[in-house]
């Protein structure tokens, strides 16, 4: 059943403004049909700019209907949430008297660190603004507070006073919390007042990705719930091993994999999670390059992804790539990764390279160990996919300029990505007739400036790569 204000405006059963203001000399007049969102470019609605706000958000908004900030309107508070792409529905018990009203010449924008969207006027002061809770007691009942609470956020994040930052650190407002953790101006002190105060997932996230980071914020996050968080800090490179003892412990075989991959690992831990009982734990302490030898030969004779790790790990002992090198349990896939590992030596590596299977050569042309002898015989092999991980290979040195002329268009277009080709080789390859070639040219960092201002004239997808390195280059660079 609808009902009438004092002024004839009309609202619905719900409390929902029809949509027109009515003076009192309009009184008379019905609402004009509202024109579809987005038509108007010199319009804006309130319905357009919520199509800012993810949908099912649970917002505040504080209205200015009296007129600009600055002037003392009297600020209107309501919580409301968003439920399908234009739709808002109540959540309170009052109406949202004003919710579809229409400004002339004022704009919406979001604040990506907080997530408030503000619309202002047409001289860019704030007149609505829908304030994102993070949790339902982030609602507010002042709105005196809300705008505390708008400008609060906004000095949050743009702030590089690390004293305002430490004072905003103690808000109750989530996102005043997480715009603090976000500022790269934070420090570590205040990071550790968080760390020691926060527990949604977000804000630790911000926390253990900050740059201040250190290893009395990673102390408190190690008993984070959130299992991400406590994976993040295990793979922390601050992280020592103080820090990674209780997440070896964790009930998360992601969080000990995590550990078992940190160099900053202690041999005591890499040593208990040998034997933990998920072979992707295994494997991490099998791939750490810290990890002992002699508890890398252990490893090497269980599972086989577990020996798959120790195969490409420089840490390995040469005795141990030895017996690897015979093993097919696994088919080639174990010999081919010892074939591969710059550590192996020198008799395994050649063997490689006259290797029978094309997998095993293949991995042979990646190792950075190549010698000179070695490196030409990989160049003539038969196999395409062996010449091509040559290409790619950059300790592959004066064999690169045989390979930019081999009769196969990838091998000679993985030459040209090379970072190690040089640049004459590259000014050669740039009037290669294969298109990828060129491409490869225009993307390497290697390539002179007079050849890359030829290629912006090429092919389209040639042109932009190219454009895209002169302008990633000093203006001076030859």
Do not use: C
């Not at 926390?207 to 299992?227: F, Q, T, W, Y």
């Not at 790990?313 to 090198?325: D, G």
């Not at 042309?365 to 038969?382: H, I, M, V």
Request: net charge negative; glycine share 6%; proline share 5%.
């Amino acid at each position: 059943m609808a009902t009438t204000d004092a002024l004839g405006n009309i609202h619905d059963a719900l409390g929902r403004f029809d949509g027109h203001i009515r003076t009192e000399q309009d009184e008379a007049l019905t609402a004009p049909a509202s024109p579809p969102i987005g038509e108007l470019l010199e319009k804006i609605s309130a319905a357009e700019a919520r199509r800012l706000l993810p949908e099912g958000q649970r917002v505040q908004v504080l209205y200015v209907q009296r007129g600009k900030l600055t002037d003392g309107g009297d600020p209107i508070l309501r919580t409301i949430a968003k439920q399908t792409s234009h739709q808002m529905i109540h959540v309170s018990d009052t109406d949202d008297r004003g919710v579809h009203l229409r400004w002339e010449g004022i704009t919406a924008s979001v604040d990506e660190a907080t997530g408030a969207v503000v619309v202002n006027d047409d001289e860019g002061v704030p007149m609505v603004a829908y304030l994102p809770l993070d949790t339902d007691a982030d609602a507010l009942d002042d709105p005196q507070i809300a705008l505390r609470v708008l400008k609060d956020r906004e000095t949050a994040t743009s702030t590089d006073r690390p004293a305002a930052l430490d004072e905003l650190a103690g808000s109750d407002v989530v996102g005043i919390r997480r715009a603090v953790a976000a500022n790269q101006h934070t420090t570590a002190a205040t990071l550790t007042y968080l760390a020691e105060h926060a527990r949604d997932e977000k804000t630790q996230e911000l926390i253990v990705r900050h740059p201040n980071v250190g290893r009395p914020v990673l102390d408190h996050l190690i008993a984070s719930e959130h299992k991400s968080i406590r994976y993040q800090v295990a793979s922390h490179s601050d992280a020592d091993a103080h820090v990674l003892a209780p997440l070896a412990l964790d009930p998360e075989s992601s969080v000990r994999s995590a550990a078992a991959r940190n160099a900053n690992a202690s041999p005591a831990v890499l040593e208990r999670l040998s034997g933990d009982r998920d072979p992707d734990v295994r494997a991490a302490v099998a791939g750490n390059i810290t990890t002992k030898p002699e508890l890398l030969d252990k490893l090497s004779r269980g599972h086989g992804m577990v020996m798959a790790q120790v195969a490409k790990n420089p840490s390995a002992p040469a005795e141990t790539l030895h017996r690897l090198f015979q093993d097919t349990t696994t088919g080639n896939q174990v010999r081919a990764l010892v074939a591969g590992n710059s550590s192996a030596p020198a008799d395994i590596r050649a063997a490689a390279v006259d290797d029978a299977d094309d997998w095993v050569r293949e991995h042979a042309a990646g190792n950075a160990a190549l010698t000179t002898t070695e490196l030409p015989k990989l160049a003539r092999d038969s196999s395409q996919r062996v010449r091509r991980a040559l290409a790619r290979n950059r300790a592959a040195g004066s064999t690169l300029h045989a390979l930019g002329k081999d009769p196969d268009d990838f091998v000679r277009s993985t030459v040209a990505k090379n970072p190690a080709a040089a640049p004459e080789l590259l000014r050669s390859l740039a009037t290669d007739e294969f298109h990828a070639v060129r491409a490869g040219v225009a993307s390497n960092p290697n390539t002179p400036r007079d050849v890359l201002e030829r290629l912006v004239d090429d092919l389209n997808h040639i042109s932009m790569v190219a454009r895209s390195s002169l302008n990633s280059r000093p203006q001076a660079e030859g």
